[in-house]
């Protein structure tokens, strides 16, 4: 994409490409196909990867098979494609201390969590606990949505969440959760469900998993322009 034509096609820089397979790409400079195929590439980013992430994700990708031309003729789904999300969660915090006598285990959760970080530049370490059974899981994304003294919530870029520790004492149950997410400022909440638009802000104060994929690609594809 560029300010006054896209490119369309699927030709790109590898030796398949230029040793085996015929490939065309199409120039368009018509501002309503350009505007059309710029709001279709933004749609796309709605899920930013942090450097943690694309590091787990090189560890098991496996390059594509070329058999002959089997693969240029096997029948192609009509189905529209859909993007896949990580699970997304709300998280609704205080600020506090951590429960009396799980100090020790919040800094050992906190050395494991350093050791899966290989880029730390652009991108925070973060952590907060959670009682009972929680959700959270590695690779799962989250928003922190923090309750200020003033009684104001500000909410953080997302999330990803790179280890997960647990304690427990008697009938109560913690989970410390690791978060590596970009270094940018947080956003109030009010602020946000304005951007988001009407009917959002309710949505904005629930906790837990969000269910409904097009609150959660738009909430993602939002933040980048915060």
Known sequence: MFDEVAFVGSANVSSNSANNLVEAMVSVSDKA????????VR???????????????????RPPRFVGTRAATRPRSKRSPKIALPRLFLTQLVRGDVPAGSEKAEEMGLKVAKSQRRHIRSYVLQDFNWSGNAPFRVGDKVIQVVKEEDGSRLIDAPGDVIHTHSWRRGNRRVMFVYLELPKVRRIRLEKLARRLGHGTKKKL??????????????????????
Request: glycine fraction near 4%.
């Open 33 to 40: 196909a350009v505007r059309s195929a710029r709001q279709f």
């Open 205 to 226: 104060f629930r906790n837990g998993l969000i269910r409904n994929s097009e609150f959660a690609q738009a909430l993602l594809a939002n933040w980048r322009n915060i």
């Open 43 to 61: 749609s796309l980013c709605s899920n930013e990867l942090s450097p943690g992430t694309i590091d787990r994700l090189q560890t098991i990708y």
